[in-house]
């Protein structure tokens, strides 16, 4: 299952970042797409709207006032879930995706990982 890392970065101390890291170290496909292209561990961080399949989980690291032009095209993607990880939540956009049948959660993707909740969490995603 792939987990897209949205508003990643470049930045080693940011979340995002440590994110794409700790999904790899626990052996989970990731796809990245931030403000600038790079790589973080052999992960390409894209820029845009790029065409992407089978995204299981997005994993949101981008603030709300900055969400707003990306939520068709993260729609589209029809991904299972949608993590709103601190500073990222979105009553709105949670409201539309949960609409749509996409699972929301606010939660933090690092914590999730540490305590083994990730993948228990994206079991109840598949049905």
Known sequence: MKTLVFGASLKEERYSNKAI?????????????????????GIQIKTGHPFLDDVHTITMYMGEKRQKEHMDYLIGLSPKRVLFNPGAEHAAFEMMLRDKGILVERAC??????TGQYDSITESAKK
């Open 21 to 41: 890291r700790m999904l790899l170290d626990y052996g989970h496909q990731v796809e990245a797409i931030g403000g600038r292209a790079g790589e973080v561990q």
């Open 109 to 114: 993707t690092l914590v999730l990982l540490r």
